[in-house]
Every structure is written in structure tokens, then in C-alpha cells.
């Protein structure tokens, strides 16, 4: 019905009443009603438009516990095609008189985008309408912030109206020219998180999102990690306290890291360093290695946990020991992990009695290593995607428990 | 229809439609002297020989004459009014945002605008009657919808790529047009509730300041409408009906609205504002709601106030520094017509070469479209496909073109303009496919594939 009014250059999608249904019921994952229904309808045009894209070009859209996470609190989604960042910003308006783009696509960095796409849906849920695009800087340079609703606001006739113009450049512009400069979210010191997690991961918050200044907020969601604290609390879902965070480390393979996790420059002495890059793999593997160091406190001292990521070929699997439910053949899905401890700062050798155990979810033991005044603990294993693993770092009585999904 | 000649009229006078037709040229005085004082009398009440728009570039012959001789084009005058109402705008003259909401001060410069767009309105107007008619809305409405839009065609226009006044304003006013009929549509079938979750941020303020709200209770309206929105949400993937706890129909709701509104409005607003019971702010949420189906339904009264040139007093007299910096003085003008006018013979060359290079089923496609005005409905009873098809063949048709004009930049080969800019492209391709055909249309010579000889050139 409500696609009379459309022009064969106008573009439009018809939503599939099965998508429909799918992205429904997957809404209801959601804990308060806004959150559902603004799941509902990102999943709608998330699911709708993006088929639309990979018909032209590779594309992907945003990983789904970042969908989950990011639909609970504010609107918008994103798909990334080759390298650009497009935002989709679903509107239910029946008047298409603005783009409203909720400050944190546009201020928080891990968030921002290159392109932001004004999504209509006509009031009958049928169809997609896309009105037009602008950028990043378009946004910030020519938009209105409204600081109450924490909102950017953008009228309609300054979009670009044509997509055709933006699967024709899209490739030729530079973040330089797509993004405003964003300023590096506020430092949050761990019992600030804490407090912060505390108050707005009570699902009776019905507005979280305009609860506490902007930078405490930003800074909040900045970091994936906190964002899935939050996330979780709100869902009401209850984490032992040593397991609180996990590090997901299908997503270091897309090139995202939590802040604790840096390069190993950044953590490692050049002789830690050159220990830890020793390993026994050929240089094609050693390529397409991920490695990541994290500093671990152990009350007498600090450590340095190495985490060395390899895909591994199809040849090479089947020949080591794998983590878990023991498939003998692996798959191509899956990976070697090295994981290192070394000293931090000045000292050649571990604090004390130093071990690392490699637990199953369930607290099973299944590979330890422990060394007494010793330069480095090695322990190396494969393992599939999607399976996970505990590890815990002592020193004398101090234990430190840190969670992992591949 | 007697179309307007001399730019005096052009700029001056307002159409008066009777039925579908237009009746009779109106003169609004001040315009008039308006124009007077910015051009010699000669100039202004000259037939204007030249209308770039309308002509192709190759059939128009080259000028010989000494500049001051030239006579000034519709084109160079509307850019001229255009910088004009640019720096109106820039030097402070805001609409006042008072308590009492009066309609803003409009320049003179949007006035002389307005009128010279009417042309374009009734064209515009005409043309989306044949594709998108609606049994509630006649020609003269829609005449009437977008002539009074000039302010949001003149906000976004950015002449520097060539493209027209007329151009633009035809395809912001197309948008308005179909935008328009796609609300009326839906308030149709949404009920009041429905209808206050679906306004734009945009639309609330509007509706508000509409009913005379004062910018300090606008906020406490808005704000309630954020609550509303928070806890009032659909049970259904695509019902209208609302579920369980956010249902409007059960008193429950409203006392959850009350309290969330209540505990954040200190947060929220910035001046202090008295606690609202549920009943209160139940009340003014049904208000707006009746607000918003009022202001896509104007009365007729308030169709005749925004005609433009009948205000009375609402206008800013700028005569005085009319005569300051008179068009004849601005020899940059001139060249800039001339630059204009060699870009658009480019432009010409490249896209009649790129059409006749493309295949026949997609020229047939375009000119279906443009020539003859065909909906997207039409395209595919006609064509024997679906609208998906069609729509998908028809952008491809043109991304084609676009390519071509992306191509041929004149500046450092490989460079493009700013991505806010691109579009004035796509402008470009836009106005020289209407014209194209429209040229077409006009001297009937054979097209490249007549598939259906029955096709009669209408206007």
C-alpha cells in the first residue's frame, strides 16, 4: 500500500515477512520493551538492506553480541564494506524532514562511522526506504546537537540522495575526508566502571543512555569490554566474579581489541620480546599470527600474559593435541594458541613461584606450566572457534582467572 | 497558459490557478519595484532571449555582443537574488524564536524566488498529479503544497557545479510532493497514539510552535513524548496494536509515564518545571497528537496566508540597498554565465555520446521514464516486469551515466569533489535527463528505438 508513492528511482526494499518474523524473535532476547523493539527494527533493516549490499560488493554486518549489546541501549547498526563503515539509522518518522543520529555513532570512537544512511519504514513495516546518505564530518560540521536527547540532527535536503553515488566512491575517500577529527574518550578507572556498571545495568533504568555526563558514558561503551559488562548486568545474567569479562578473540581476528590488550612492544622489554617471538613456526603462519600482551596484576608484582593467535591451514591440523571435546580430525575452523607469561618493567625473571594452568569452563584442569625464578611460562594448544577456556595465572597464593571464547 | 517573458514578470508576479490551469499572472508591487531598481528598465521589460534552460547548449548561438549589451538571463538574475538571500540570511536576520511565534521575516530576495519558481511548481505539480493522483488532492493543492517551500529549496541550493535554481527546485519539491502524499496515506490508517511514535523530532517542533506553544513548554511537551515513547511500544512485528505494559488505552501506562517523566524531568529540562499526574500529561499527549493530523491538513485559510507575495507587513523591505550593487556592475556574473554555459556543452556532449552507447532496452527504460512521465507501476505493467526490476534496470540505467560524468571531470584526473558535493552531480544528470526529453517531447524527431508507435508526445 504504502509503496505507491515511490519512484523507480527512489530506493526501496521489500521487507520479507519472514525476516520479519526472525528478527522478532530474536528481539525478545531484549530486556526492556524499547530495547526490544529497537532490536526489532535494526534487525529488520540490518537483515533487509544488507543482502541488498552484497550483491555489489563484499560487505559485513556487525558481529551479533555487538548487535545485541548495542540495540539494548541505543539505535543504529553497521555494515562494513570493504574497509568503510556504513551506519544504518532506521526511523519510523512518517515525515522525512531530518537524519537524527544518536551522538554516540559520532563521538565515541570504537564507534563512528564514514557513512550514515537515513533508513525510513513505512507505517505498515512492508517496506525499506532509503532517503539518503552524509558523512561523518557532514554530521558534525552542518548537524545540530540536541544535548538533552544527546542527538545529532541533520535536515533531510542536505543528504546526498543517490546511493549510486556512494557504491561509486565509496573506495575513493579517505577517512580524512569521511570523518570529523573525534576526541579520545575519558580515562574510567576501574572502580568507576564498576559504579558506573552498577547504576545503569539496572534494567528499571528506563533511559540509560541520558543518565550520567556523556564522557562517563562514552567512555563506557568505548571499551567493549565494560559495554558487555553492562550489557550482561542488564540482562540479569550472573557472572561469577572472577569471569566477569571474555576476551573474545574471534574478534581480535576482525582486528578489534579490548584497551587491556596491547601490542607486545607496548608491554615486553626488547629481550622479553625477542624471547616471546621465538616459536617454531614457518613464516607464512608467523604472518598471519595475532599476538597480544595484557599486563596481570598479582598483588607482589605485575605479569606479562602473551597471547598468540594462529590460524591454522588445513595441513597443519589433526597432528597436535586439541582443547576440548576432542575431535580428533579438526576442522579448518581452527586455531593454535601460545600463551606466554614473562616479567614486566625491568625483571629478567618471574616473581616468585609462578604457574599457569589451563582450565576448561567447567574448572577442569587440562594443561599446566609452573616455573620457580624462571625468564618465561610457555603453553601452547589448539582449539575451534566458538569453544572456550579458563586460564589461571598464580604467584605464590595470588590467582588471577581470566576467560576466553575463540 | 501564457508563460512569462520578460523578467520583471519572472520575478515579480504569482500564478492564480483556476482548476488545473493557470489563469492569470498576478504582480506583487514591492517585487516589481524591486526589480526595477536592480536592473535597467530596458533589461527588465525585454523578452529574455536567452533561457538556457530551456535550449540545448549547441543550438544556441554563440553571443557577439559587447557584455553591457547582453541581455541578462533568468539563469544569472535567479543567482543573483540567490546571493542576495544569502546574505539576508547571514547578517542576523533570523526568524525571531519569541513566545509569541510569529511567522518569520522573510527576505525580499526569497520572494523574488518564489515567484520566479512558480513555473516550475505548476510543472512540477502537474507531473506528479500523472504519476501518483490522489482522490483528495487536485493540482491547484499541490501547486499550493510546494509553492510555499521556497526557504527549504534555497537552504540546500549550491549553484557552483551549474546546476539550475529550477532544476533543484523541481527535484526538492518532487520529494516534498510524494513525502507529503505518503503521510496523508498513512495518518489515514494510524490511530492517535500510532500516529504521535511516528513524527520525526523535526515534525514535533514544528507541530508545536504550529500550535502556539512557547519554546519554555515546548520542552516539557517534548519531553513527555520522550517518556511516551520509552514505555509505549508495538506487540506486534507489524500491528499497530500496543502491548501490555505500554498500552495507552490502560491508566497503568500513564502512571508509568507520569513517574518516569516526573524523576528525570530535573534532569531533563532546563527550566524548572511543576510534576505532572498522569491524567495531565495524558491530555497534552492527545493534544499533539491531534495537533499533528491537524498540520498535515491545513485549512484553507492558512493555505491563503502562505501564499507568498500576499503577506502584509511580514516583509523585509531591503530596496534601500538595492541600489548599491546593481547586476549591470557585476561583470563576474557575466563570466560566470559564460562558464556555465561551456560546462553544460560538455556535459551535453559526454551524456548524448553515453546514451547512445547504451543498450536499447535501457535508453527505451529512460525515456519511458522521463519522457513520458511513467510511475513505477506503469513502467512495469508496460514493460512486463516486476517494480523491483524495473527500479533496479532504471538505476543501473543511470548509475551508467553518472559513471561517465564522474569521469569526465575537468579538474586533476582522478580527483573528486567533497562527498557533500557529489550529489550536485547526480543534480546534473537529473536536470539534463528532464530536459533532454523534454526537448523531446517538443520536436517530435524520432527517438532511437519506438518500440510502441502509439506514444503520443503529450505536455
Redesign the interface.
Known sequence: MFSTYFDATDWTYAIDPQLSQAAWQHSRRQVTTWAQWNAYLNQLCLSTFLPQVQERTGAQAMDPAWADRTWAVANGSVITVNGVRLVLIPSEALDQSELEVPQEWIDIPSWAGDYYLAVYLTADLQTLHIAGYATHQQIKQQGCLDLNQRTYHLDLEALTPDLSLLWLTHTRYGQDQTRAPIAPPAQLLPPQVQALTQRLGDPSELLPRLEVPFASWAALLDNPTWHEQLYQQRQGQQQSAATQLVNRLSRWMQGQFDQAWQPLDAVLQPQQLAISTRSGLDPVSLAASIQRAKVIDLGQGQVALVVNLTPMSAQEVGSEEGVGSGQGVGSEQEVRIELQVHPTGSAIHLPGETGLRLLSLAGVELAQAQAQVTETIRLQFRAQYGEAFQLEISCNDQVVLEAFEV | MRPRLSLLELFSTFALLEGDRIQQWVADPRLRRSVQANLPSDKAQAPDRQTPDRQSPDRQSPDRQAPEDEPVSEAAFSLFWYKRWQDACSSGDKPQQDSQSRPPQRPLAELHLAAYLQESCYWTARKTLQ??SNLSYGLADYFQLISAETE?VL??FNPSFGNSLKGYASV?HT?LL??Y???V???D??SDWS?L???????LHEVLSHAGIAVSEAEQYH?AW?CF???C??GQ??DQTF?G??DPEQPETWSAIAQ?YNT?RG????AASPPLTPEQIQQRLAKVSRWIRQYLYPTVDSLNKTRPGQEKGEIQDDLADGGAESLLDQAIDREADADRRQQQGQLHQTLVQALTQMDPAAQDLLRL?YQENL???A?AARLQMN??T??RR??KA??NL??KL?DQRPDSA?K?P???E??Q??LLLREWLENHYADCRDSPAPSSSTSDPSVSARR
Do not use: N
Not at chain 2, 267 to 270: D, G
Open positions: 504519476r501518483f527549504r537552504k540546500y526538492v520529494s510524494k513525502d502524499l505518503r503521510q496515506r498513512a495518518i490508517v494510524c500516529l511514535r511516528k513524527v520525526s523530532h523535526k515534525r519531553f520522550v515513547k520509552t514505555i511500544l508495538p512485528p507489524t502491548e505494559k505500554g518516569l528525570k534532569q531533563q529540562l532546563s521514464s510511475s513505477q507501476q513502467l517494480q523491483s524495473v527500479s532504471l538505476k543511470e548509475e553518472l559513471t564522474l582522478h573528486l567533497e562527498p557533500s557529489l550529489k552531480i547526480s
